[in-house]
């Protein structure tokens, strides 16, 4: 299960940020300064923007290395922190979009989890301070957090980060970190990421072959059930191709004498509504392994078998929903 427990792994990172307040979470203040939804959307693509490797230095001589992505079909931006001030333990930010507000939670080594929402967008939009809106596993506001950032602009390989601690009715600035990109990292722009790709000549085309015990029987059971479609095959070499409907991506089916399971990639596709292509799919007599599973905010996972009990999955994202 090695591709469902890395998305898993990757987006449960994500699971509290679509939340709202729930059992256990404490609310703060409602009423906050008028973020326009224009500003917010805006604000939004200068995070996104930031996508790629970054060095930061703080004012009292420690450093962090971050890396930004942007993940869950555009709808977030995780940043993944490993600040000297910490040995040997990681930090995780997320920021999206909720409607019209745009929205930060920090995943952070105090163990609890603040959740801000960008109160001011100011300096043409290069200058966002978010504030404390509630969080998880904190009993009460007084319980020490991270309760504000003011995030700077500079340029593109350029911003920097200031937060505030919030103890027992305390609110104490911290150093500001200024962070730089590093060198060749990977930026957002699509002109940057195909110049990147030409260095090794991708041409947008993913091929995946699953061994199998049977070329015929699986080769059935990928055209009537998950609706592929025939290649070509080559019958002395026992394998064939299908074509998936995902653009460009194939799925090529190779006999094999000794056929081991339950290791190796595990291809996971997109569909628009999850219930309805597993109820479709179970009508047909495929076998699921156990309930779909559910981040809130984020997607939907269920988890599938073929003739030979390779596993695949489907995923529905939640992202785009309000």
Not at 17 to 42: C, H, I, K, L, M
Not at 266 to 277: C, K
Not at 286 to 293: K, N
Request: hydrophobic share 40%; proline share 3%; net charge negative.
């Amino acid at each position: 299960m090695s591709i469902a427990a890395n998305l898993l792994g990757a987006v449960v990172l994500c699971a509290a940020t679509g939340a709202g307040p729930q059992d256990g979470v404490t609310e703060a203040r409602n009423e906050f300064p008028s973020v326009t939804a224009e500003d917010a959307a805006a604000a939004y693509e200068r995070f996104k923007n930031l996508a790629g490797e970054w060095v930061g230095a703080s004012t009292k001589g420690w450093t962090d290395r971050e890396i930004i992505s942007v993940i869950a079909r555009q709808s977030a931006v995780m940043v993944i922190s490993n600040f000297e001030a910490h040995p040997g333990e990681t930090m995780a930010t997320m920021v999206h979009l909720d409607g019209d507000r745009l929205m930060l939670t920090h995943y952070c080594v105090a163990r609890n989890q603040p959740r801000l929402e960008a109160t001011s967008i100011e300096d043409d939009g290069r200058t966002i301070t978010f504030t404390f809106r509630d969080g998880t596993n904190l009993p009460s506001r007084d319980t020490g957090h991270m309760d504000k950032v003011i995030f700077r602009f500079v340029d593109d390989a350029h911003y920097s980060s200031q937060w505030t601690f919030y103890q027992d009715g305390q609110e104490s600035w911290m150093e500001e970190i200024v962070y730089e990109r590093v060198a060749d990292s990977s930026p957002s722009s699509a002109e940057g990421i195909a110049a990147s790709a030409d260095r090794i000549g991708f041409d947008g085309g993913l091929t995946c072959v699953i061994q199998v015990s049977d070329l015929s029987t699986s080769k059935v059971w990928y055209q009537e059930v998950l609706g592929f479609e025939l290649l070509f095959e080559l019958p002395d070499q026992k394998f064939c191709e299908l074509a998936s409907p995902v653009d460009r991506v194939t799925v090529g089916l190779s006999q094999v004498s000794d056929l081991k399971t339950g290791s190796g990639t595990t291809l996971t596709f997109g569909v628009d509504d999850i219930d309805v292509a597993r109820t479709l799919l179970e009508r047909r007599g495929v076998r699921f392994d156990g309930p779909t599973e559910e981040i809130p905010g984020i997607v939907k996972l269920a988890s599938l078998f073929d003739p030979d009990n390779n596993r695949l999955m489907l995923y529905e994202s939640l992202g785009d929903q309000d």
